[in-house]
């Protein structure tokens, strides 16, 4: 795929639940290993979408959003992996924690920071996007 | 995505719990229950065999490392399998590879703490 031409995406929804979090990881290595990543790299990415998707249901947890959902939205390029994960779990206030441990989510948050190359945090009127970025072919 | 999860006792007493599949936010729960059962019984060291399991998140760090702080606090320890250096990695790339002590097989870590004083 050249550089200009438009990325192929593919989009997956999922109820913001524990049990699907699996879900969204089997699609995301599904998506990442049709791109140029190593083996480390597929598994690091494989890694963070479960991290964000656990945040977001922490969250939905914590608001008690029973209804709310996540959208996996993944943009492939042929240098990179754009990998957007918005939710509708409600607001994730600042110095608020989650059922979590603080200790669990500094974690979640140190592997996410580490696994990939651009993350950016977004709030929303339902919730939260985050956008992930891992390019292909560095270490 | 299957997980099991089993409880059994070595040949020493020590109590082991051997996971298979996936750690994570919906499997880690049962994880915590298991380890909250021994350390229930008295358990002064439990040893976690990681070396089915394929997959492991910050959830799982999570309810590893409490139960470490349990243990440690009753002067006790979590000892970890770890054969695999995909689940290796999650450890290393926190540092919790510091901490924990990890063997790479039973063999190794019945060797090394067959050393040690219960």
């Known amino acids: 795929m050249a550089n200009n031409e438009a990325p192929a995406q593919v989009e997956l929804i999922i109820p913001c639940q524990p049990e699907y979090v699996g879900v969204a990881r089997l699609a995301l290595l599904g998506i990442a290993s049709r791109m140029p990543f190593t083996y480390e790299q597929i598994e690091d990415l494989r890694l ?83 956008r992930m970025v891992k390019y292909a072919g560095q270490q | ?48 065999d990681l070396t089915k399991v394929e997959y492991l998140d910050s959830t799982a760090l999570g309810v590893l490392i409490g139960g470490l702080k349990r243990l440690r606090e009753a002067d006790g320890n979590l000892l970890l399998i770890c054969p695999s250096a995909r689940i290796k990695r999650v450890f290393e790339i926190t540092g919790l590879d510091k901490i924990f002590e990890m063997y790479a097989s039973e063999e190794e870590m019945k060797t090394a703490t067959q050393k040690e004083p219960d």
């Open chain 1, 48 to 130: 963070a979408v479960g991290e964000l998707c656990t945040s977001s249901v922490e969250w939905a947890q914590k608001n008690k959003m029973h209804e709310a959902r996540i959208v996996l939205r993944a943009e492939i390029f042929s240098d990179k992996l754009t990998v957007d994960i918005l939710d509708t779990a409600g607001p994730r206030r600042c110095g608020e924690s989650t059922s979590r441990d603080e200790e669990e989510e500094n974690l979640a948050q140190l592997l996410i920071t580490l696994l990939v190359d651009e993350v950016e945090v977004t709030p929303q009127p339902e919730g939260t996007l985050v």
């Open chain 2, 1 to 48: 995505m299957s997980f099991k999860i089993e409880t059994q006792t070595l040949d020493d007493g020590l109590p082991v719990i051997r996971l298979e599949g996936e750690v994570d936010v919906y499997t880690a729960p049962q994880l915590k229950q298991a380890m909250i059962a021994l350390l229930g019984k008295g358990a002064k060291r439990i040893v976690i």
